[in-house]
């Protein structure tokens, strides 16, 4: 009896040495994602995991708060941004791997109503009076001294000529996302945003885009940490893949770039 205890106790104790090595390398990357990529980069996530056994932890939010995490030493393997601004702070900082760095997607500015608005297609050019379509009501938008959508936003009124006059009707938000919540709920009746965001709004419809040359181009540059770990590595040829491109270009994204699987 006591021999089969101790055989017991001994293949008992041998199982949980040989699954220590494998628990032992488990990791988990964590990726700071602008805030609009968020239904495409949780599919991607997914997908990446399935096939890898890797898992992603994305934190979501606008580019400019995202980067500033980064710099306060807060623990990314990769950063993606909606603009080229907030990627090039980081890289100024010495915060990415820049021979990891591509401009990853592209995308298009629109302007939005509530999906049981009266509103229909409107034509945006020179001469554009946003102020007017307004009237006294709020226009929905990331803040323009920082968050990229906010920043594409005010550049685009400024060379048609209706920033001046719109300015003080603008409701600044925190990133992207919460623009558009701000117009799906009706608290906002007009918003600008991104393409790919109104698309997965069931509570909003598009009712104007902005022409592609009256603003820089809405440009995703992705790029690992300085600190990211060896599997990060994996993640970011993932997200420049077949499948990636897929997934992206189902929810209206541009991919940018030659996929590299």
């Not at 995308?107 to 945006?124: F, T």
């Not at 020179?126 to 102020?131: E, H, M, P, S, T």
Request: hydrophobic share 50%; proline share 4%.
């Amino acid at each position: 009896m006591l021999r089969r205890v101790f055989t017991l106790c001994s293949l008992a104790f041998a199982a949980t040495v040989a699954v220590l090595p494998a628990r032992a390398q488990e990791v988990t990357l964590t990726a700071f994602v602008a805030a609009s990529m968020k239904n495409a980069v949780d599919d991607i996530n997914a997908a990446f995991t399935k096939a890898t056994g890797i898992k992603v932890v994305a934190s979501y939010g606008a580019s400019s708060a995202l980067a500033k995490q980064i710099e306060a030493g807060a623990p990314a393997d990769l950063f993606a941004s909606a603009d080229l601004d907030w990627m090039d702070y980081v890289a100024g900082k010495k915060l990415i791997k820049d021979d990891t760095r591509t401009n990853l997607l592209g995308n298009r500015l629109v302007l939005i109503a509530p999906k049981d608005a009266k509103l229909g297609n409107v034509a945006i050019g020179q001469g554009f009076d946003l102020a007017k379509l307004a009237g006294d009501s709020r226009i929905a938008t990331g803040d323009v001294r920082a968050v990229p959508v906010g920043k594409y936003a005010k550049a685009a009124l400024e060379k048609l000529g209706a920033w001046q006059a719109a300015e003080s009707r603008f409701a600044m938000a925190e990133n992207v996302r919460a623009a558009l919540t701000l117009v799906g709920r009706g608290e906002a009746p007009l918003g600008i945003v991104y393409e790919t965001d109104a698309k997965v709004e069931p509570n909003v419809k598009i009712i104007g885009h902005f022409p592609e040359d009256s603003h820089p181009a809405i440009t995703y540059p992705v790029a690992l940490t300085v600190n990211a770990k060896p599997q990060a590595q994996r993640y970011i040829n993932f997200i420049r893949s077949n499948t990636a491109k897929t997934i992206f270009e189902t929810y209206g994204f541009t991919f940018l770039i030659r996929p590299v699987s």
